[in-house]
């Protein structure tokens, strides 16, 4: 057998464990479920061939989340994505007067650029804080508050048809 | 600001929300005390958490089904054999069409082949997790001409395929290193050599049975071996080769 048993188990259950999560993460990065789970096959892959230099377990989903944010870039390389953050008051949100139900927020999320969709899916997916996410991203915990902060305002002005502003009253 | 003590001097209402609206689970320990201070706050901090509840239920979209299996499939082929899908597919269309050429005329190590090509022609087959009925198993196996001594349980996909000579069934089933392919292939009039040999980073088991050839195919040839002799627990085969064309009197049923 090439592969030791215990790196074969500890990939399996990785990847059983965590496959569903990466792969909501991922489609909410490319709105595709067929790229999504391609992102996903990919990212295992090549956690596969690293994963014999994993030292602390406890990271393992937040390294694949990584890769998953690397693969995705390079499939979209050449394609530009609103990475530039934006200004609250631009932001291009339905506001709806109606109660927002479930596939109306997912229009809403998936309308949000994405330097704000991606650290608020994180969260509400993984849970991670802001400074596990901001180490993800490759930012910092300061901008990545800001970021969520942003993301949530511009959630709640739509869900209340109240336009978003910089502080809360 | 409901409070004016000390505490909320330090940390008000602005605080707790900019705090709030960046990470409703993790609230500090001053925002948390101004929270209890605050009824402005606590009524803000209500809205909000009905909201990360709709968000959290908005992210968690449908997961396909299978799809941990099929990340561990695709991790085993490629770790199994360095070749990329593309040249996979390739392989498979041409291969295909070569082994229905050769399938008469060239044995043993065509025979080979075209098992590999078959299963690589079907990689969904691999990625199945339906568990197959074990009574319709047997049933397959038995219009094949086997005889099921313990029926198979961890079945995971059965069609019937068109294959050179007629229809052949195409098994997929469990073993304990991972899925390996059971092909029930009808022979002709040639006599079928037990045969052990991998093709294309693949192990294939070949033997006479049945109405035929039976071929398990596996991740190599240890495995193929192995997955045969897992087989014959479950199956055994008439102990002539194949039949006859005369012989051949019942058809794999779709």
């Not at chain 1, 994405?114 to 300061?142: H, K, N, W, Y």
């Not at chain 2, 398990?216 to 064309?245: F, K, N």
Request: with cysteine; glycine share 6%.
């Amino acid at each position: 057998m090439i592969l030791g048993f215990s790196k074969r188990k500890s990939f399996e259950q990785a990847v059983r464990a965590f496959s569903p999560d990466l792969y909501r993460f991922a489609w909410w990065l490319c709105r595709d479920k067929f790229v999504a789970e391609d992102l996903v096959q990919e990212t295992f892959a090549r956690a596969w061939k690293s994963w014999d230099d994993i030292k602390d377990s406890a990271a393992t989903k937040s390294w694949l989340i990584t890769i998953v944010r690397r693969e995705h870039a390079r499939l979209y390389e050449r394609k530009q994505f609103d990475y530039v953050d934006v200004e609250l008051e631009d932001l291009q949100i339905a506001a709806d007067h109606e109660p927002i139900e479930l596939f109306e927020m997912e229009n809403l999320l998936g309308s949000l650029p994405l330097t704000l969709r991606e650290p608020l899916v994180l969260q509400a997916l993984g849970g991670f804080s802001c400074a596990e996410i901001a180490d993800m991203l490759d930012t910092t915990e300061g901008a990545v508050m800001t970021r969520l902060t942003r993301a949530r305002q511009a959630l709640r002005s739509a869900l209340t048809g109240q336009p978003a502003r910089r502080a809360e009253s | 600001m409901s409070s004016l003590d000390d505490k909320t001097m330090t940390f008000n209402c602005i605080d707790f929300r900019r705090e709030k609206l960046a990470d409703p689970r993790r609230l500090t320990e001053a925002a948390e005390e101004h929270l209890i201070a605050c009824p402005a706050c606590q009524a803000f901090s209500r809205r909000v958490n009905a909201g990360e509840r709709m968000l959290q239920q908005t992210v968690a979209i449908d997961v396909p089904d299978g799809l941990a299996e099929r990340i561990l499939v695709g991790s085993r082929a490629r770790t199994r054999s360095p070749l990329k899908l593309w040249a996979l597919a390739a392989s498979m269309v041409l291969s295909l069409g070569l082994g229905v050429q050769y399938w008469h005329t060239a044995p043993d190590r065509e025979r080979v082949a075209l098992a590999v090509e078959h299963v690589m022609h079907e990689p969904e087959a691999l990625m199945s997790t339906r568990l197959i009925e074990p009574q319709r198993v047997s049933q397959v196996l038995e219009s094949f001409g086997a005889e099921v001594k313990v029926p198979m349980t961890a079945v995971r996909y059965v069609k019937l395929c068109p294959v050179p000579g007629g229809t052949g069934w195409h098994i997929v089933f469990d073993t304990p290193k991972g899925p390996a392919t059971l092909l029930l292939l009808p022979q002709k009039d040639e006599r079928v050599r037990t045969i052990t040999a991998s093709h294309r980073g693949m192990g294939v088991h070949v033997e006479a049975g049945g109405q035929g050839m039976v071929a398990v195919v596996a991740g190599d040839t240890d495995l193929a071996r192995e997955a045969a002799g897992m087989l014959h627990q479950h199956v055994s085969w008439a102990p002539s080769a194949a039949l006859t064309v005369n012989e051949r009197g019942v058809r794999p049923r779709s």
